[in-house]
């Protein structure tokens, strides 16, 4: 049976409720993840916890090494994974300690980031129109309505590059496009569990109101807090029900989403490309 992942954000560094059972080191590829992957058991369900921060939130979202964490996941045997994420809110009626799980993401990041894990030696072109898995998404949607009443799905994500907020003509730019919510790291991390072949939802606790609502006091790293750590409870209570309720059998698309994406021609990639990818490509690929 595949594992579940679980990528927690600011104020999630643990899960606290699910037995422990060891932590484990991967070696991957592309560099060291943002720490030990946490092997832990939840009535019979095997999940691997990961803090894309570190455990003392010490890598900033331009810095994390989002291909190192996805490989760890895939490597781990990892067939879905939730994200848990703080973001800002781009309207009003999205308040904060409101919880969104969103179904669209639009990357406005410098492109820093390294996005794909076929970047050398190897092109693959993979369906995107859609980057969560919805199914997971309806599961933990389903499951945070039972624990906290105000919870919205769908919507759009925008990835800003970070580590600073918005400006005010950002988040105004933001808001005139009709955008939903604001963070800084869940479009690479869907846009590689697409490439892995895992199942992805992000799970956004809204801390803010960005710096667009006039009325409210400026956008503080102490308000953020605050408010994150006031739903960190909630958010546990959601991910211990979700986690429970997912399918063990994978019906969706996400499980073979690298079937015909691999446009290179097999004779044309070395060995050495071969055996980085070949857990995500070994299956298609000899």
Same mark, same amino acid.
């Given at each position: 049976?595949?594992?579940i992942?679980?990528?927690?954000?600011?104020?999630?560094?643990?899960?606290?409720?699910?037995? /422990?059972? =060891?932590?484990?080191?991967? +070696?991957?590829?592309?560099?060291?993840?943002?720490?030990?992957?946490?092997?832990?058991e939840?009535e019979?369900?095997?999940?691997?916890?990961?803090?894309? /921060?570190?455990?003392?939130? =010490?890598?900033?979202?331009?810095?994390?090494?989002?291909?190192a964490?996805?490989?760890?996941?895939?490597k781990?045997?990892?067939?879905?994974v939730?994200?848990?994420?703080?973001?800002?809110?781009?309207?009003?009626?999205?308040?904060?300690?409101?919880?969104v799980?969103?179904t669209?993401?639009l990357?406005?990041t410098?492109?820093?980031?390294?996005?794909?894990?076929?970047?050398?030696?190897?092109?693959?072109h993979?369906?995107? *129109?859609?980057?969560?898995?919805?199914e997971?998404?309806?599961?933990?949607?389903? =499951?945070?309505?039972e624990?906290h009443?105000e919870? /919205?799905?769908?919507?759009?994500?925008?990835?800003?590059?970070?580590?600073?907020?918005?400006?005010?003509?950002?988040?105004?730019?933001?808001r005139?496009?009709?955008?939903?919510?604001?963070?800084?790291? +869940?479009?690479?991390?869907?846009?590689? *569990?697409?490439?892995?072949?895992?199942?992805?939802?992000?799970?956004? *606790?809204?801390?803010?109101? @960005?710096?667009?609502?006039?009325?409210?006091?400026?956008?503080?790293?102490?308000?953020?807090i605050?408010?994150?750590?006031? +739903?960190?409870?909630?958010?546990?209570?959601?991910?211990?029900?979700a986690?429970?309720?997912?399918?063990?059998?994978?019906?969706c698309?996400?499980? @073979?989403?690298?079937?015909?994406?691999?446009?290179?021609?097999?004779?044309?990639?070395s =060995?050495?490309?071969?055996?980085?990818?070949?857990?995500?490509?070994?299956?298609?690929?000899?």
């Amino acid at each position: 049976m595949e594992r579940i992942g679980v990528i927690g954000g600011s104020g999630l560094y643990q899960l606290e409720g699910i037995a /422990h059972r =060891q932590e484990i080191e991967v +070696n991957t590829p592309f560099g060291s993840a943002s720490g030990k992957f946490i092997l832990a058991e939840l009535e019979g369900r095997e999940i691997v916890f990961l803090p894309r /921060h570190g455990k003392f939130h =010490q890598i900033p979202p331009s810095a994390i090494n989002y291909r190192a964490n996805m490989y760890g996941m895939k490597k781990l045997g990892v067939g879905w994974v939730i994200s848990i994420s703080a973001c800002g809110s781009l309207k009003e009626e999205l308040r904060p300690l409101d919880f969104v799980v969103p179904t669209q993401f639009l990357d406005r990041t410098n492109h820093g980031r390294e996005n794909t894990f076929f970047d050398e030696g190897i092109v693959a072109h993979l369906s995107f *129109a859609h980057p969560v898995c919805e199914e997971l998404a309806e599961v933990v949607y389903a =499951q945070a309505k039972e624990i906290h009443r105000e919870v /919205h799905y769908g919507g759009t994500y925008v990835n800003i590059e970070g580590p600073q907020f918005s400006t005010l003509a950002e988040s105004n730019l933001y808001r005139s496009w009709g955008m939903d919510i604001i963070g800084m790291t +869940n479009m690479v991390e869907a846009r590689l *569990a697409r490439e892995a072949e895992i199942c992805y939802a992000t799970l956004a *606790a809204i801390t803010d109101y @960005d710096c667009w609502r006039q009325t409210t006091d400026e956008v503080t790293v102490d308000m953020v807090i605050e408010n994150l750590q006031k +739903n960190v409870a909630n958010a546990r209570a959601i991910l211990k029900k979700a986690l429970l309720k997912i399918d063990p059998q994978r019906t969706c698309g996400c499980k @073979d989403a690298l079937k015909y994406a691999v446009v290179t021609n097999a004779s044309g990639i070395s =060995q050495e490309v071969k055996d980085r990818l070949d857990i995500f490509i070994g299956k298609y690929i000899k």
